[in-house]
C-alpha cells in the first residue's frame, strides 16, 4: 500500500503544481504581453502628435474656407452692384438726351441737377465713364456699330453712340462707337 500511497501523493503534488505552473504562465504571458510604461509613454505621444497634426490640417482648412467665403460674399455683393448700375445706365443716357432736347432754360436747369445727382451717385459707387472719341479702337472696351472711311484716323473711334463705363476695372457697358477705316 505504500506504494499505492506514494503514488497518489506524487498524483496530488503534480496536480497542485500545474495549477500553479498555468497561473505563471498566464502572469508571464501578461507581463509579457503589457507594454511598459515607458511604451506606453511613447505610444500616448505618437497618438497626441497624430492628433495635433490632424488639428492644425483641419484649422488650416477651416481658415481657407472662411477666406474662400469672404471673397465669394464680397464678389456676389459687387456682381449685385453692378447688376443695379447698369439698370442705371440707361437712366442716365436719358436724363443726357433730354438736357439736348429741352428749348426752356428753367427745365434744363432742372434736369441738369437731375444729371449731376446721377452723376454723383455713379462715382459714389466708383463708376466711371470711359473715354473713347479719338482713342484707338479696343473691342474689350467699345462695340463697334458703325465703320467709316477716314485713312487719316484709321482705326480709331471717331464717334461716340453711347458711352461705355468701367468700375473696378471691370466693363460694366460697352461703349458703341463709330470707327474710322
Known amino acids: 500500500m505504500t506504494d499505492i500511497q506514494d503514488e497518489t501523493k506524487l498524483l496530488e503534488e503534480e496536480k ?4 500553479n505552473n498555468a497561473s505563471e504562465q498566464a502572469e508571464n504571458k501578461e507581463q509579457a504581453a503589457a ?14 502628435e497624430e492628433y495635433k497634426n490632424l488639428l492644425q490640417r483641419v484649422q488650416a482648412d477651416f481658415d481657407n474656407y472662411r477666406k474662400r467665403n469672404v471673397d465669394s460674399i464680397r464678389a456676389a455683393r459687387a456682381d449685385g452692384n453692378n447688376d443695379v448700375i447698369a439698370g442705371l445706365l440707361p437712366i442716365a443716357d436719358a436724363i443726357d438726351r433730354a438736357l439736348t432736347m429741352i428749348a426752356d432754360d428753367k427745365s434744363r436747369e432742372g434736369v441738369a441737377l437731375i ?3 446721377m452723376d454723383t451717385l455713379l462715382s459714389k459707387f466708383g463708376v466711371c465713364e470711359m473715354k473713347a472719341s479719338g482713342e484707338c479702337f479696343d473691342p474689350g ?3 463697334a456699330i458703325l465703320q467709316i472711311e477716314d485713312a487719316e484716323n484709321a482705326g480709331k473711334v471717331v464717334e461716340v453712340l453711347q458711352k461705355g463705363y468701367t468700375r473696378d476695372g471691370k466693363v460694366l457697358r460697352h461703349a458703341m462707337v463709330k470707327v474710322a477705316k
Open 16 to 19: 497542485q503544481t500545474e495549477p
Open 35 to 48: 507594454p511598459s510604461a515607458e511604451e506606453q509613454l511613447v505610444a500616448a505621444l505618437a497618438l497626441a
Open 115 to 117: 444729371q449731376r445727382q
Open 141 to 143: 472696351l467699345h462695340n
